[in-house]
């Protein structure tokens, strides 16, 4: 929402602070799930090379699929006008 806000209303110092105020809270975020002995999402799981290319595939995909939504929902109004 930050990022259209940004595009429409010229709000920059508002979406410029959401996003680092949402950026700081993924930075503690992550270091406090790395100093815990039993964190709730275990970050070093993405070191591993095949989950870490399972989810960016899964990422990928999800791309792919949105898009391919998109293009279909949009391709009777581009066609017939």
Known sequence: ???????????FAQAVGAIILGLMFA???????????????????F???????ALIIN????FVGFGILIVVAQFPSWYWG
């Open 1 to 11: 929402m930050a990022w259209k806000r940004l595009a429409e209303d010229g709000g």
């Open 27 to 45: 930075t503690r975020f992550v270091r406090r799930q790395m100093a815990l002995d039993d964190p709730m999402l275990d970050l070093r799981l």
């Open 47 to 53: 070191r591993r090379p095949a989950l870490a290319a």
């Open 59 to 62: 990422i990928l995909d999800f």
